[in-house]
């Protein structure tokens, strides 16, 4: 199928996970508007925006190198890494892709041939192909970015914040929690108020999740690096009341996942207005 042209795969891989029929004319709901942007949205930057290492540069002259992760090592060869000089915890990420994590809590405990074995697998991937061809991700080169380890007391994992941003601004913020364990997860307003709504085959977190004492900062660091996008997500944590960059996505679950209840998919859609293609062009390439 990969043969196919993007258009084409796109309309039939939506079609696939949703049972529903893409309208590249009449999007509605919010994947099938996630789906229109893999297609249609093509400004260059995207590839360096969904680019785990190279997006640095961006959040940095956005907003500062304040809130970036230490960056311990980027690798273009599984074979450059020394691991040896890696200290006790770190996290491997492979910049091209999604689920390209591995986090070591303890170095000892590394299986380190198991490890190289599964990073030389990710560096053989396009993201672009081995999912729903997400344009955005086709030109990244695979590297390897190795990172400072993340954690909180009193939490054996961390809370991931993902803002849902509409033309720079955020609607509502995602939070999975207990990820690897529970997968759980549940959304917020910008006021801090629990919404009804989740997502398909994730456990809706029933309890209340306290409101970061940084949050503040977090919305205003969310909405100067989504200005001029039509949609974007924007990942962050929060350390001890310390903002970090996670990553920006273009497409949420590849489009797969959908809201319920099933009404949220129309109701998310409307915050999404989708930019027009200019005269004469295919493509939108500029922002």
Same mark, same amino acid.
Not at 61 to 78: A, E, F, P, Q, R
Not at 139 to 149: S, T
Not at 179 to 189: H, Q, T, V
Not at 202 to 214: C, L
């Given at each position: 199928?990969?043969?196919?042209? +993007?258009?084409? #795969?796109?309309?039939?891989?939506?079609?696939?996970?949703?049972?529903?029929?893409?309208?590249?004319?009449?999007?509605?709901?919010?994947? =099938?508007?996630?789906?229109?942007?893999?297609?249609? %949205?093509?400004? &260059?930057?995207?590839?360096?925006?969904?680019?785990? $290492?190279?997006?640095?540069?961006?959040?940095?002259?956005?907003? /500062?190198?304040?809130?970036?992760?230490?960056?311990?090592?980027?690798?273009?060869?599984?074979?450059?890494?020394?691991?040896?000089?890696?200290?006790?915890?770190?996290?491997?990420?492979?910049?091209?892709?999604?689920? %390209?994590?591995?986090?070591?809590?303890?170095?000892?405990?590394?299986?380190?041939?198991?490890?190289? #074995?599964?990073?030389?697998?990710?560096?053989?991937?396009? +993201?672009?192909?081995?999912?729903?061809?997400?344009?955005?991700?086709?030109?990244?080169?695979?590297?390897?970015?190795?990172?400072? #380890?993340? =954690?909180?007391?009193?939490?054996?994992?961390?809370?991931? #914040?993902?803002?849902?941003? %509409?033309?720079?601004?955020?609607? %509502?913020?995602?939070?999975?929690?207990?990820?690897?364990?529970?997968?759980?997860?549940? $959304?917020?307003?910008?006021?801090?108020?629990?919404?009804?709504?989740?997502?398909?085959?994730?456990?809706?977190?029933?309890?209340?999740?306290?409101?970061?004492?940084?949050? /503040?900062?977090?919305?205003?660091?969310?909405?100067?690096?989504?200005?001029?996008?039509?949609?974007?997500?924007?990942?962050?944590?929060?350390?001890?009341?310390?903002?970090?960059?996670?990553?920006?996505?273009?497409?949420?679950?590849?489009?797969?996942?959908?809201?319920?209840?099933? =009404?949220?998919?129309?109701?998310?859609?409307?915050?999404?207005?989708?930019? &027009?293609?200019?005269?004469?062009?295919?493509?939108?390439?500029?922002?």
């Amino acid at each position: 199928m990969k043969f196919l042209p +993007q258009e084409l #795969y796109v309309k039939i891989y939506y079609e696939y996970y949703s049972g529903n029929k893409l309208d590249y004319d009449n999007p509605k709901d919010f994947n =099938e508007k996630i789906s229109w942007y893999k297609v249609f %949205f093509r400004p &260059k930057i995207l590839n360096q925006l969904v680019d785990k $290492y190279h997006v640095k540069s961006y959040v940095e002259k956005k907003v /500062g190198n304040h809130i970036l992760n230490d960056t311990i090592g980027v690798y273009d060869s599984v074979s450059k890494i020394d691991f040896d000089s890696l200290p006790n915890q770190f996290v491997i990420k492979g910049v091209h892709g999604f689920h %390209f994590n591995l986090i070591v809590k303890d170095k000892s405990k590394l299986n380190l041939l198991k490890s190289k #074995y599964l990073l030389k697998k990710w560096m053989n991937k396009n +993201q672009y192909y081995r999912g729903g061809m997400e344009w955005a991700y086709k030109d990244v080169k695979p590297l390897l970015l190795v990172e400072k #380890y993340l =954690e909180e007391m009193g939490q054996d994992i961390i809370n991931d #914040y993902k803002f849902f941003c %509409f033309d720079g601004v955020p609607k %509502f913020v995602q939070i999975d929690l207990e990820r690897g364990i529970n997968n759980y997860r549940c $959304y917020y307003d910008m006021d801090w108020n629990k919404q009804e709504f989740y997502t398909e085959q994730n456990p809706f977190y029933t309890g209340e999740v306290q409101k970061p004492s940084n949050f /503040g900062e977090m919305k205003e660091v969310a909405i100067k690096l989504a200005e001029k996008f039509p949609f974007v997500r924007v990942d962050l944590y929060s350390i001890e009341g310390k903002t970090v960059f996670g990553e920006m996505t273009f497409y949420p679950t590849d489009a797969r996942k959908r809201f319920l209840p099933e =009404e949220y998919n129309k109701i998310i859609g409307d915050y999404f207005v989708l930019p &027009k293609i200019p005269e004469g062009q295919k493509y939108i390439t500029s922002i």
